[in-house]
């Protein structure tokens, strides 16, 4: 696609219930990022996709969180047993590579889904 | 390890008038530096980025930078501020020999331009 696309643009969940945001990065970007932006704070990584790497779990703030990504595109981050604090704006973001000498750091990022837990 | 600091929460410009936007930076060596904003309810626009070569910086939308690495810092500057240009602006460093996946990124300053 032109862009890279994000859904649900917003979910609203019960505490304890389990979600997954989907993330449909730029055709041809060979790496994908997952963030979460709560509110005031600053962007915090939590998972990068690169090709058919091992994906670098290293940000996910617990073993609650996961993704994955098929076919080295679409990719979907699955939080179970949501918490309150898991409340955030999840966003994706792509770019052509992640290797050091092609790639200065400029993202494409996704509009993001709005995650509340009640 | 490194960090951003973007020591305002908010800033209020008029419109019309000259706007910075303030971002200071901690890395081992040099580093790359990029500004992304963030209009409401949207995901993050890339707007410029300092690698090498001429300290001052130009992008979009009019916005410039200017690299100080005496001061380690890397400021967001228009001459001109548009009621258009209210949003979130984010400040991000990584070093070169890092990947994307390292990019560090401030809390965000929120602009509002008032007309």
């Known amino acids: 696609g032109a862009g890279v696309s994000q859904s649900p643009s917003n979910k609203v969940t019960e505490k304890g219930k389990d979600v997954e945001l989907r993330c449909d990065p730029i055709?041809?970007?060979?790496?994908l990022y997952w963030y979460r932006q709560s509110l005031g704070q600053g962007l915090e990584f939590l998972i990068y996709?690169?090709?058919?790497?091992?994906?670098?779990k290293s940000g996910l703030p617990s073993d609650r969180f996961s993704a994955e990504r098929t076919g080295g595109s679409v990719s979907t981050l699955t939080i179970q047993r949501t918490q309150q604090e898991d409340s955030a704006v999840y966003l994706c973001?792509?770019?052509?590579?992640?290797?050091?000498?092609?790639?200065?750091?400029?993202?494409?990022f996704g509009e993001g889904s709005r995650l509340t837990v009640l | 390890a490194q960090s951003v600091a973007q020591p305002e929460d908010q800033v209020n410009v008029a419109e019309g008038n000259p706007l910075t936007v303030k971002c200071t930076y901690s890395?081992?060596?040099?580093?790359?530096l990029f500004w992304y904003v963030q209009y409401p309810n949207r995901g993050l626009q890339f707007l410029l980025k300092?690698?090498?070569?001429?300290?001052l910086v130009k992008g979009s939308y009019g916005f410039e930078a200017e690299f100080n690495k005496s001061q380690t810092s890397f400021h967001l500057k228009k001459p001109s501020a548009l009621v258009s240009d209210s949003a979130l602006y984010f400040c991000?460093?990584?070093?070169?020999?890092?990947?994307?996946?390292?990019?560090?990124f401030g809390s965000g300053t929120q602009l509002t331009v008032l007309p």
């Open positions: 991000a460093v990584r070093v070169p020999s890092g990947s994307a996946r390292q990019l560090t």
């Open positions: 055709s041809g970007h060979t790496a």
């Open positions: 996709f690169q090709g058919n790497s091992a994906p670098d």
């Open positions: 300092y690698i090498t070569g001429d300290n």
């Open positions: 890395v081992s060596g040099n580093p790359y």
């Open positions: 973001a792509s770019s052509k590579t992640s290797g050091r000498a092609s790639n200065t750091g400029e993202l494409f």
